[in-house]
């Protein structure tokens, strides 16, 4: 987790000199795409590190929402007004994110439970949207529907039996 976390803020020092040099070379339009292609190059590889990650702590389970809260950040002012990117939907979707791996660590729920809003958490993380707040409602709602359901059908059961044993006890 921690080699995901340095990628990832190693993306801000590289991004500022490709921006300069994009600049330079053309305009400023192709040195903010220049900065921004070389930003997600270094998030894309944050996340692959991810996927090879065997065990995490709760630490890890913060990560998905500081990544979130940083890369909303550095894409605010490459949006311009144009509603490109939620930043809202994206932070949610890293909480969910969060709260998912927390379940899922804490209860031993499996990996399958995280699938879903991983792919939440990468769809809001592009800066690609459908015109209108309704992708954005429907992702997010889809992913807290998915904790919802990883609790409902997978923790609950084993804290109503910690409960009981502790009854019996």
């Known amino acids: 987790m921690w080699r995901s976390l340095a990628i990832s ?85 890293g909480f969910m994110l969060g709260a998912c791996m927390v379940l899922a660590k804490r209860y031993e729920t499996g990996i399958k439970w995280l699938a879903f809003p991983v792919l939440v958490f990468i769809y809001e993380m592009l800066p690609v949207n459908i015109p209108g707040p309704v992708d954005d409602t429907f992702a997010v709602a889809g992913s807290v529907g998915s904790v919802l359901l990883q609790f409902m059908r997978s923790a609950l059961p084993q804290i109503l039996k910690e409960q009981a044993g502790k009854r019996n006890a």
């Open 9 to 93: 803020f190693l993306s801000f020092p590289f991004s500022l000199p490709a921006f300069f040099i994009g600049w330079a070379l053309r305009d400023l339009r192709f040195g903010l795409l220049a900065g921004a292609v070389v930003f997600t190059g270094f998030f894309i590889a944050a996340l692959v590190s991810l996927f090879f990650v065997k065990t995490y702590n709760y630490f890890d389970a913060a990560l998905p929402p500081v990544f979130a809260v940083l890369w909303s950040l550095a894409l605010a002012p490459f949006s311009f007004g144009a509603s490109l990117f939620s930043a809202p939907a994206f932070i949610s979707a």
